[in-house]
């Protein structure tokens, strides 16, 4: 079965530092990986996504990720962070069986920048 | 280009009384649509999906039911809220396959 597991609940990083949230997959097939970010009261909006054409995915905002099978992850990085990178993250796998195309997101990590 | 929009953004209720959540997508045909239910500090909780007009899957058990009466349109309901109905509900689209799902920007519901 499909899950994904994110590993810190919350990460807090000085403005201008690496970002790098972490992500491990468990799946019976090549996995379909996403990262999405949340806003404060918004919804989810779609980051990156892996359908593995390439190892590493560039995104928005300036993050990307990079899918290594040998470690089952699916880090998220950003070289730079800015204020506006706070939020809440989060990693998801697709279930393939699913007719419905339904994903296992993640319980997410709140990234907190410091000035 | 896609769009999808739920409404109201905030809801306040008492217990007991009716809900009703409304989802439109535009711009695509025959999507996949689904509901999810995030409570405060919480992950995403799938509540319903659909994949074609008056199709209906329940992920868990609750007080809350899903319609979908048109090809592009969601609406989740209940009869009488609970206190424990409370959350932040989004609603999602998804043409299929291992494609990504896209969200609206949600609904508070405080249960008073």
């Known amino acids: 079965a499909q899950s994904v597991t994110q590993l810190g609940s919350h990460v807090s990083v000085s403005e201008g530092a690496l970002v790098l949230l972490r992500c491990n997959y468990s799946s019976s097939v090549p996995p379909y990986l996403f990262w999405y970010v949340q806003y404060p009261n918004q919804g989810l909006q779609l980051l990156l996504k892996?359908?593995?054409?390439?190892?590493l995915v560039k995104g928005i905002n300036g993050f990307e990720a990079e899918f290594k099978k040998s470690e089952t992850s699916f880090h998220l990085t950003k070289p730079s962070a800015h204020m506006s990178d706070a939020a809440e993250y989060f990693c998801?796998?697709?279930?393939?069986?699913?007719?419905?195309?339904?994903?296992?997101f993640g319980s997410g990590t709140r990234l907190s920048i410091r000035p | 280009s896609q769009t999808i929009h739920q409404w109201p953004a905030t809801l306040v209720q008492p217990v007991g009384s009716p809900l009703s959540l409304e989802c439109t997508v535009e711009g695509t045909s025959n999507p996949n649509l689904y509901w999810y239910r995030q409570a405060a500090g919480r992950g995403l909780q799938l509540l319903f999906y659909?994949?074609?007009?008056?199709?209906i899957s329940s992920e868990v058990p609750q007080n809350l039911s899903a319609s979908r009466p048109q090809d592009r349109q969601f609406i989740l309901s209940s009869k009488k809220l609970l206190l424990s109905d409370s959350g932040f509900y989004l609603c999602?689209?998804?043409?299929?396959?291992?494609?990504?799902?896209?969200f609206g920007d949600g609904t508070r519901l405080s249960i008073l």
């Open positions: 999602a689209w998804s043409t299929g396959g291992n494609q990504p799902q896209h």
């Open positions: 659909s994949v074609g007009i008056g199709q």
């Open positions: 998801a796998v697709s279930v393939p069986e699913s007719s419905a195309s339904k994903i296992i």
């Open positions: 892996y359908t593995s054409a390439a190892t």
